[in-house]
């Protein structure tokens, strides 16, 4: 796990990570939407808020406790306006972990069960990391397990003012993730789907985590892009985890160019590297000379510190 975060939390928090973010405040035709981004340290997660002018549907809950206060007090000099639901839209830290800090406002945390059942493993991984390698936590100081107020199978209906929706769907199949929810709001042409996208930011490629180890591949996150390409209209705002908001069209046909490019490079860069086999290969990647071959390849993307500290899954997968 020598690359799964950073060196030390405070490592990442020092990185530059900037990147061109849309405003954080956007009128789609019924409602608002408000975008939270962390800082580095909180690895510039996005929560992204949808105001329907009554109530407010947050989605991904942020890395700790704090960073998601930090959300909440940015919400309020938005609107006055409750937070009546927040969204877990799959099971990685930076999407949980910051859950308590909703629950104390009132919101109801809902989550597919899938993202319930993954949530555990993924937790013990990510919290031994950084108490005992990264030594960023101790154990007591590591953020508590979380817990949903309501899970669902396969899609959940969330009623908003003036006759709209919001449609929960749970992909049921691995992506940047074991699985992955995605939310559809037909009446404001809105689509938040995590982390499948990083849009002109670079991605985390470290896979899910199976059997308490990174598992990453190409294709399955590549066939869930395609198969929401087909599925939503192609002038439907993306929302990810990371990065800019973009049209269906342009932020899916992106992020497949950018995740079939990543395996390129990266194959091409380990097989270039002395050894007598692939696992000798392997052990003599350089993450900073990584990094700069995304960098090359995709200029002006931002986040460089993603292809650092969590392509180790993609390289481990070759």
């Given amino acids: ?73 940015f919400l309020k000099q938005q609107t006055s306006h409750p937070i009546k639901y927040l969204i877990v839209t799959h099971p990685n830290p930076d999407k949980f972990l910051g859950v308590p800090a909703f629950k104390k406002v009132g919101a109801t945390v809902i989550m597919s069960q899938e993202t319930a059942q993954h949530m555990p493993a993924v937790y013990d991984y990510k919290k031994y990391y950084f108490v005992n ?20 199978a396969d899609t959940y209906t969330i009623p908003t003012a003036g006759g709209g929706t919001v449609e929960l769907r749970e992909l049921h199949q691995a992506g940047i993730s074991s699985n992955q929810t995605v939310a559809y709001i037909k009446q404001a042409n809105l689509l938040i789907v995590g982390d499948l996208v990083h849009h002109r930011v670079h991605a985390w490629l470290e896979g899910p985590i199976v059997e308490g180890k990174a598992a990453y591949q190409t294709q399955p996150w590549v066939n869930a892009l395609r198969r929401l390409q087909k599925e939503y209209p192609a002038t439907a705002r993306v929302y990810g985890g990371r990065g800019e908001a973009a049209p269906a069209a342009l932020a899916f046909a992106d992020q497949i160019r950018y995740l079939t490019q990543a395996e390129t490079i990266t194959r091409s860069y380990v097989e270039s590297l002395p050894g007598n086999s692939l696992a000798d290969k392997k052990a003599k990647v350089d993450y900073a000379t990584l990094t700069k071959a995304f960098e090359r390849e995709f200029p002006g993307y931002g986040l460089s510190y993603m292809i650092s500290y969590g392509a180790y899954g993609l390289v481990n997968s070759l």
């Fill in 1 to 73: 796990m020598r690359h799964l975060f950073c060196t030390t939390f405070l490592t990442v928090a020092m990185l530059s990570a900037s990147c061109a973010a849309d405003s954080p405040v956007v009128r789609p035709p019924k409602g608002q939407v408000y975008v939270f981004e962390s800082d580095a340290s909180g690895f510039n997660t996005k929560t992204v808020f949808y105001d329907d002018g009554q109530q407010v549907v947050a989605f991904d809950a942020q890395f700790t406790e704090g960073s998601a206060e930090q959300a909440i007090a």
């Fill in 133 to 152: 390698i990264a030594k960023s936590f101790t154990d007591s100081s590591f953020p508590k397990p979380v817990t949903a107020d309501k899970t669902f």
